[in-house]
Each structure stands twice: as structure tokens, then as C-alpha cells.
């Protein structure tokens, strides 16, 4: 069933995209979020939204799916996180080419491999990964500080990737 964002996930949501450096991002789109097992959260026009609030039967999917509401904090998916690397280059390292094509696969990413880092990456914070022009093309975690990233060595373990969609492991749309 879709609803709208509770207080506490509105609250959430918000730190969240302030932690990405994008939270403009919450005034710009509508949220819904579908209840299942996990807590879907989707940008929506503000139609959608009135169309599929309370609907029955309910749709399959309605707008982007943007991540999932965890009790405190929104896990973006990757949808989520090609929006926000569009407008913010907070918790962001780009990639060489050849890096590009290893983390589409899965592949963790090398110290050599990077060419820019935010300079306020912390040790096991969230990053999302980038090619050269900026765009996402996975999330990871940061096994070092900004400092250590650049060493010859696996620096960012990758947790999700654009090549989920066509390796068909992982449902990545959350429906």
C-alpha cells in the first residue's frame, strides 16, 4: 500500500539527502513510500501522488524508486543515486574508464583508480561512485579517510552497481 512520508521519515529522508549534499532534492520531487517488507521510497509528480495514495488495487510500481527507509536513514538505491549525483558532488569518487568497466561488474575499486575524491570522505562512510562526467555508476563504502584513497590498493569496497540490471542478480528496482 503507498502512503505518504511519516514525520520521522520525512525528518529521515531529509538528513539523508543533506549527507549526499543533495537536499534540494526533497523539494523539488514528491515522496510516496510503498509498506511491504521494506519501506520503498519513490519521487513522484504530484499527480501521481494523488492517484496512488489509497488506490485499490494498488500499482505495481508508481514514479522512481529512490531507496528504502530504514528506521533512521535512507539506503539509496541505485536510481536514487544517479539523481543525486546529478546535482551534488558530496560523498563522490570518479573513476578512470577501465575502473568504470570493473565496478559495472562488481569489482571493487583500486586507489590508482581514482581520479577525484570529496575531500570530507570518511573511513567506512557510504560513497557513490562516478565516471568522469560525474554520473553514478555505483555505491560503495570507503575503507580509508579522503587521504588514504588514493593508495595502491582496494580503497572503496562496491556494494551496488549499473551492472545489476544487466546481470540480473539483484532486483534492483525494489519491485
Given at each position: 500500500m503507498y502512503r505518504?512520508?511519516?514525520k520521522l521519515e520525512l525528518t529521515a529522508m531529509r538528513r539523508s539527502?543533506?549527507?549526499?549534499?543533495?537536499?534540494?532534492?526533497?523539494?523539488?520531487?514528491?515522496?510516496?513510500?510503498?509498506?511491504?517488507?521494506?519501506?520503498?521510497?519513490?519521487?513522484?509528480?504530484?499527480?501521481?501522488?494523488?492517484?496512488?495514495i489509497g488506490r485499490e488495487p494498488?500499482?505495481?510500481?508508481?514514479?522512481?524508486?529512490?531507496?528504502?527507509?530504514?528506521?533512521?536513514?535512507l539506503v539509496l538505491s541505485m536510481e536514487?543515486?544517479?539523481l543525486v549525483a546529478q546535482v551534488s558532488d558530496k560523498?563522490?569518487?570518479?573513476?578512470?574508464?577501465?575502473?568504470?568497466?570493473?565496478?559495472?561488474?562488481?569489482?571493487?575499486?583500486?586507489?590508482?583508480s581514482i581520479t577525484w575524491a570529496d575531500e570530507t570522505i570518511k573511513?567506512?562512510?557510504?560513497?557513490?561512485?562516478?565516471?568522469?562526467?560525474?554520473?553514478?555508476?555505483?555505491?560503495g563504502r570507503a575503507r580509508f579517510d579522503h587521504g588514504g584513497l588514493f593508495q595502491d590498493r582496494v580503497t572503496v569496497n562496491t556494494e551496488a552497481d549499473m551492472g545489476l540490471?544487466?546481470?540480473?542478480?539483484?532486483d534492483v528496482a525494489g519491485g
Open positions: 505518504g512520508l511519516k539527502l543533506d549527507y549526499w549534499g543533495a537536499f534540494e532534492l526533497s523539494e523539488e520531487f514528491d515522496f510516496i513510500i510503498r509498506q511491504g517488507e521494506k519501506n520503498d521510497l519513490f519521487a513522484v509528480t504530484p499527480e501521481v501522488k494523488y492517484y496512488v494498488e500499482p505495481a510500481l508508481a514514479g522512481l524508486h529512490f531507496g528504502t527507509m530504514g528506521k533512521k536513514a536514487g543515486a544517479y560523498k563522490k569518487v570518479k573513476v578512470t574508464g577501465q575502473a568504470e568497466s570493473l565496478v559495472v561488474y562488481g569489482r571493487d575499486v583500486f586507489g590508482t573511513q567506512n562512510e557510504r560513497v557513490i561512485i562516478a565516471n568522469k562526467y560525474g554520473e553514478a555508476i555505483g555505491i540490471y544487466i546481470r540480473g542478480q539483484q
